[in-house]
């Protein structure tokens, strides 16, 4: 038994990978959709809403199942198409990653696209008026802004997205999912595995939660009114 559990702690390391990558994938997406929603350009304000809106109306594990195996084929005819004989097959990692990444940017896209909104535009305006161009604004006013409106979004969003990661073990990653499935059904004691893949799943939720916290902290510094 305690093999089994050796095991599943190695898995539970690939977890942290395949979060991790999703949460950059989805970060980036995020500001990218935001920045699209806002621009007010009509092109991009509509695809920024249709890839949001059909993200989240798609379940993930669809979402997942046709990534892994419809881009694959997907990819595979085009190639054939072009004339070459090359093959692609998306591995199990990269799938997740990605599509992890993709659901979880049209999240992101609404969490940052509102704390843009939270800010006066008039600071954006005046910074303007003292000659700092579009990106120098964004950077030096609105970045950080934005992180401290944001922030009680994005920890809702992290927390569920570490326990989407559990999703790719159907496409046959061996992350702690997957292999507490094995365990159980090697050992038939499913109760003891899963219940320990499940801890595992509340300590990174519970280590997340204090280091975001100390970050909202952080940022939060300076707006709370004192109370005389």
């Known amino acids: 038994m305690q093999s089994y ?15 991790l990558g999703a949460l950059v994938v989805a970060v980036i997406l995020g500001l990218a959709g935001a920045a699209a929603k806002l621009s007010g350009r009509p092109l991009l304000v509509a695809l920024g809403s249709v890839y949001t809106t059909i993200i989240r109306g798609i379940p993930d594990l669809v979402l997942m199942l046709l990534v892994f195996y419809g881009g694959t084929i997907g990819l595979n005819t085009l190639l054939e198409k072009m004339g070459s004989e090359a093959t692609i097959d998306i591995e199990p990692f990269a799938a997740g990653v990605i599509t992890i990444g993709f659901i979880y940017g049209a999240y992101m896209t609404e969490t940052f696209r509102g704390a843009i909104l939270s800010i006066p535009k008039g600071q954006m305006e005046a910074a303007w008026a003292f000659g700092m161009g579009r990106p120098q604004t964004f950077l030096r006013i609105t970045l950080p802004q934005m992180v401290r409106y944001a922030l009680p979004g994005f920890i809702n969003n992290w927390l569920v997205l570490i326990k989407s990661t559990a999703l790719v073990s159907l496409i046959g990653l061996q992350e702690m999912t997957y292999l507490a499935k094995q365990a159980s059904a090697a050992t038939r004691s499913p109760f003891i595995f899963f219940l320990f893949t499940g801890a595992l799943f509340l300590i990174y939720t519970w280590i997340s939660l204090v280091a975001l916290k100390k970050l909202n902290a952080r940022y939060s510094l300076g707006t709370k009114r004192v109370q005389l």
């Open 5 to 19: 559990f050796l095991v599943i702690l190695q898995g539970a390391l690939l977890t942290v990978g395949v979060s």
